[in-house]
């Protein structure tokens, strides 16, 4: 029996097993990216029905912050995923969104509805504020995601692994697209401090790190347009980027400011 095996195996043409093995990742493939959709669209149901619920959008604490922030990191992905076709940024941006989920699921009572603090009675201008953070987030993350794959290869490229160029060009167009909606998300957040606090800038510590974000990833784009950056010194800076965006999403955990009852309330 296994002589007939080896036989039949002898005479198979070595281009049909690559295309065997080709077929099977182009449906694992699909079939990845649908499960991917079918999670982006329960997200997506579940923060407009939260809506409905609350009267608000998600802006009323880190439980509804963090669902809306792994729900932007999907849309970010399978927008880049169909412009440029590489599967392989979900290796990195899935489970930052995974992540982002189980913080969601671990803060206490996080879920319930409250009512909200004075300073949140702003519905519209909290909802825009709220969702050009979400498109600045999610676009920061797969730059994240090209800056890390780009870094774990030599820079002659890796097999299984995009070429470096590409992951170079996915992460500069991803600040090109994330970079306007961060500058908007700090404009309306100064317009809803003075609505709110009576003052539009105040060193708050969110703020200051939103700032300090927005000048790292200034300096990406001026240093990639103005001086030709490219490669590794450009990969890292976006990765000290996303570090920034991070400690401005978690920051009020920890450094307090007007900001801290977006904690576990």
Not at 45 to 70: C, D, K, Q, W
Request: zero cysteines; glycine letters at 10%.
């Amino acid at each position: 029996m296994y002589a007939a095996e080896l036989r039949a195996f002898e005479g198979t043409d070595l281009e049909d097993v690559a295309e065997f093995f080709r077929t099977y990742r182009s449906l694992e493939g699909r079939s990845a990216t649908i499960l991917g959709w079918l999670g982006f669209i329960l997200l997506g149901a579940s923060l407009v029905f939260r809506t409905i619920a609350t009267g608000h959008g998600p802006f009323s604490n880190m439980y509804e912050f963090s669902v809306a922030f792994a729900w932007g990191i999907l849309g970010a992905y399978y927008w880049f995923e169909h412009k440029y076709r590489q599967r392989i940024l979900a290796l990195i941006a899935l489970p930052v969104a995974l992540a982002l989920l189980f913080y969601a699921l671990s803060i206490p009572a996080g879920s319930n509805i409250e009512p909200l603090v004075p300073a949140l009675q702003n519905n519209l201008l909290l909802s825009v504020h709220v969702a050009t953070a979400i498109v600045a987030y999610g676009s920061f993350t797969i730059a994240f995601a090209t800056a890390l794959l780009y870094l774990v290869q030599p820079e002659t490229g890796r097999w299984g692994l995009p070429k470096p160029q590409v992951l170079d060009e996915i992460g500069y167009r991803a600040i090109v697209v994330g970079f306007p909606f961060l500058t908007l998300t700090i404009v309306l957040g100064a317009l809803w401090a003075d609505v709110a606090w009576g003052r539009y800038w105040g060193w708050d510590p969110k703020e200051t790190a939103s700032l300090v974000t927005w000048f790292i990833y200034g300096a990406y784009l001026h240093a990639r347009v103005v001086r030709g950056w490219r490669g590794r010194k450009a990969a890292i800076l976006l990765l000290v980027g996303f570090g920034a965006t991070l400690l401005t999403y978690f920051g009020n955990l920890f450094f307090g400011g007007l900001h801290s009852y977006g904690g576990l309330g």
